[in-house]
Nanobody, 121 residues
Framework: VQLQASGGGLVQAGGSLRLSCAVS????????MGWFRQAPGQERSFVAA????????HYADSVTGRFTISRNNAENTVYLQMNSLKPEDTAIYYC???????????????WGQGTQVTVSS
């Protein structure tokens, strides 16, 4: 599985951005797709995940109600819609994939390059 993230940028607090992750590979139906982020000086942390075949997404508490993960199977793309952005959302955002039936999996083997999101106050 190969992943290519895009869509980052600079936005003011309260604004919105949509990240995209182009996915290539076979048998994607067996995968969970996730978004993670890493702020300067901090460890990478989980943001959101969704099974490629659908079902209820899983979110970190810090983004619940503001971020929405979705996927377009026809376009092999996973999205992260980010609304009501805060300065503390500033980070490099990564998409990831794991061969797993569990949307709550914490182990991801496949990673894309990151895309920078900067939220100004």
């Amino acid at each position: 599985v190969q992943l290519q993230a895009s869509g980052g940028g600079l936005v003011q607090a309260g604004g919105s951005l949509r990240l995209s992750c182009a996915v290539s590979g076979r048998n994607l139906g067996n995968y969970v797709m996730g978004w993670f982020r890493q702020a300067p000086g901090q460890e990478r942390s989980f943001v959101a995940a969704i099974r490629w075949l659908g079902g209820r997404p899983h979110y970190a508490d810090s983004v619940t109600g503001r971020f929405t993960i979705s996927r377009n199977n026809a376009e092999n793309t996973v999205y992260l819609q980010m609304n009501s952005l805060k300065p503390e959302d500033t980070a490099i955002y990564y998409c990831a994939a794991e061969l797993s039936p569990e949307v709550t999996t914490t182990k991801y083997d496949y990673w894309g390059q990151g895309t920078q999101v900067t939220v100004s106050s």
